[in-house]
């Protein structure tokens, strides 16, 4: 049974930076593709990023190409999303997602685990 447990959001003024975690159980974490994602109130979730597995390149929405970035480190069971230049758009609640196997370009229909989301506020 996958679980994945999101920490790190919380309230930052606009041009700040927060780093969100993923912490993942319950499967081997090095073979599965991660994401994150983000739904702001009234909207649909979209894909922020993606990291897959085998060597194909990393996935960015294109709202944020060059301030955000994914990363992971599998010794740690741990899926990273540093955000830079944050702005007031970026304002909603942002979950780690994975699958063993993800589509290109990715959407929310190729995730089966999800996690419970941690809220990013940007003013």
């Known amino acids: 049974h996958v679980q994945l447990v999101e920490s790190g959001g919380g309230s930052v003024q606009a041009g700040g930076s927060l780093r969100l975690s993923c912490l993942a159980s319950?499967?081997?974490?090095?073979?599965?593709?991660l994401a994150w994602f983000r739904q702001a109130p009234g909207r649909e979730r979209e894909v922020v990023a993606v990291?897959?597995?085998?060597?194909?390149?990393?996935y960015y929405a294109d709202s944020v190409k060059d301030r955000f970035s994914a990363s992971r480190d599998n010794d740690k069971n741990t899926f990273y999303l540093q955000m830079n230049s944050l702005k007031p758009e970026d304002t909603a609640m942002y979950y780690c997602?994975?699958?063993?196997?993800?589509?290109?370009?990715?959407?929310?229909?190729?995730?089966?685990?999800w996690g419970q989301g941690t809220q990013v506020t940007v003013s």
């Open positions: 997602a994975a699958n063993r196997v993800v589509g290109f370009p990715p959407g929310t229909a190729d995730f089966k685990s």
């Open positions: 319950g499967y081997t974490f090095a073979s599965f593709s």
């Open positions: 990291l897959y597995t085998g060597g194909i390149r990393p």
